[in-house]
């Protein structure tokens, strides 16, 4: 079966805590997205890659940290100088150049 | 720069009524247009795209879109709502140089009995 994978469903950290967050996909896209989303904001590009070893930052970068090894996988590090890091994160793919997006199931990050 | 914006933040609609979801879209270059659909606390999923062609496009679940070029507009509609249908559903733009989606506020369609 293909998809995208995120792990955990929910998760909850401390203050000050980095934290990261794994998306995995097996549908050979080249590229990938981390996306954030607040009630009544949609969803915010926090970082993309659209190839292995590069990435790009997205509209609320900061805060947060990528890294792009492997093609299937993307984690994003919810670092402690995010100052609003508690909302829903969302991974995507796609065939690089391609819009459309799928998407992985989520997690929800809390942080108290 | 692109934007797009979701006309309605919420539309309460009886079951087995008409919907229609507004969405208005800017942009310089050719657009692709999405909508997704998202139940709570899960990921999205598509529902209908446009890329070119037939400017009425169907895709799943029952749903279509118009897209309307002067009046950059892309409508999603249902001719009759069930239920299952409620849920948050977002408009997005794209453009073929970037790969990246532009999305709406998004609309929370409320299907009551």
């Known amino acids: 079966d293909g998809g995208i994978t995120q792990s955990p469903k929910y998760l909850f950290r401390k203050e000050g805590q980095n934290v990261t967050l794994s998306c995995e996909q097996n549908?050979?896209?080249?590229?990938m997205y981390w996306y954030r989303q607040d009630p009544g904001q949609g969803l915010r590009l926090i970082y993309y890659?659209?190839?292995?070893?590069?990435?790009q930052k997205g509209d609320i970068a900061e805060g947060y940290s990528v890294s792009r090894e492997k093609k299937e996988s993307f984690p994003l590090t919810v670092t402690s100088a995010q100052k609003n890091p508690t909302a829903f994160y969302l991974c995507?793919?796609?065939?690089?150049?391609?819009?459309?997006?799928?998407f992985g199931p989520g997690t929800r990050l809390t942080v108290t | 720069a692109q934007s797009v914006t979701q006309l309605d933040s919420q539309v309460p609609v009886f079951e087995e009524a008409p919907v229609e979801l507004r969405c208005n879209y800017s942009?310089?270059?050719?657009?692709?247009l999405f909508w997704y659909v998202q139940y709570p606390n899960q990921g999205l999923q598509l529902l209908l795209k446009?890329?070119?062609?037939?400017?009425l496009v169907k895709g799943i679940n029952g749903f279509e879109a118009e897209f309307n070029k002067s009046q950059t507009s892309f409508h999603l509609r249902k001719p009759s709502v069930h239920i299952s249908d409620t849920a948050e559903y977002f408009c997005?733009?794209?453009?073929?140089?970037?790969?990246?989606?532009?999305f709406g506020q998004g609309t929370t369609l409320q299907v009551k009995p």
């Open positions: 890659s659209q190839i292995v070893n590069d990435f």
């Open positions: 942009s310089s270059v050719s657009v692709y």
């Open positions: 995507a793919s796609s065939i690089a150049g391609i819009n459309e997006q799928y």
């Open positions: 997005a733009v794209g453009s073929s140089n970037t790969g990246k989606l532009i």
């Open positions: 446009y890329l070119s062609g037939s400017t």
């Open positions: 549908l050979n896209h080249d590229a």
